[in-house]
Nanobody
């Protein structure tokens, strides 16, 4: 599967962005999806994850209440709605996918994912 992210950009603190990740292929509903981010000089970390069925979702503590992950299996797309952005959210955001036998399991580790997008830059100015 090929993943293409879009929607990144420069925004002021308190602003919003919506990241999209479009997946190729006809079996998108077989894949659990995740969003990771990597800030300069830091390790890539999980931000959000969603099971292939869409019913179970995960958000890391620092983004709860501000970010939302969702997916549209008919459109082969996963989204990350980002509200109330902070300067510390500045990073390159990556979409990731892996096949999953379990409809309501999400994955949080980098090495659990098979496919990655090229990343999209999000910059939040103070």
């Amino acid at each position: 599967v090929q993943l293409v992210e879009s929607g990144g950009g420069l925004v002021q603190a308190g602003g919003s962005l919506r990241l999209s990740c479009a997946a190729s292929g006809r079996t998108f509903s077989s894949y659990a999806m995740g969003w990771f981010r990597q800030a300069p000089g830091k390790e890539r970390e999980v931000v959000a994850a969603i099971a292939r069925g869409g019913g179970r979702r995960y958000l890391t503590d620092s983004v709860q209440g501000r970010l939302t992950i969702s997916r549209d299996n008919a459109e082969n797309t996963v989204y990350l709605q980002m509200n109330s952005l902070k300067p510390e959210d500045t990073a390159v955001y990556y979409c990731a996918a892996r096949e999953s036998l379990f409809s309501e399991r999400y994955y949080l580790k980098r090495n659990e994912y098979e496919y990655w997008g090229q990343g999209t830059q999000v910059t939040v100015s103070s």
